[in-house]
């Protein structure tokens, strides 16, 4: 059973800096699509980043330019690296692995999902 376990969120303040990990227990960070999703409480679980490991990384309008998403194949672990982070960036974020080298927004696509990882940003 392949598992995904993140860890890297906390608490900021609005303006600061987390960067976010996960683990994968078996071969995936390697060769499929990766993504980053969050969901805040009330709202629908939204695609945050993905990468499909030819260097191609999509992210969302809302996080352009202060996200960026990042794997160590070697590592089997995928980051996001987050900066200027905003009150609207808290939710829960989760990591996911699509089995296809072609990346999607539409979370039920993905096959694995990690836990997730809380991010608060207070102003």
């Known amino acids: 059973q392949v598992q995904l376990v993140e860890s890297g969120g906390g608490s900021v303040q609005t303006g600061g800096s987390l960067r976010l990990s996960c683990t994968s227990s078996?071969?995936?960070?390697?060769?499929?699509?990766m993504a980053w999703f969050r969901q805040a409480p009330g709202t629908e679980r939204e695609r945050v980043a993905s990468d499909d490991n030819y260097g191609r990384a999509l992210y969302r309008e809302s996080v352009e330019g202060r996200f960026t998403i990042s794997r160590d194949s070697a590592r089997q672990t995928l980051y996001l690296q987050m900066n200027d982070l905003k009150p609207e960036d808290t939710a829960m974020y989760y990591c996911?692995?699509?089995?296809?080298?072609?990346?999607?927004?539409?979370?039920?696509?993905?096959?694995?999902w990690g836990q997730g990882t809380q991010v608060t940003v207070s102003s």
């Open positions: 078996g071969d995936l960070v390697t060769y499929y699509c």
């Open positions: 996911a692995v699509r089995k296809n080298t072609l990346c999607a927004s539409d979370p039920t696509l993905y096959s694995y």
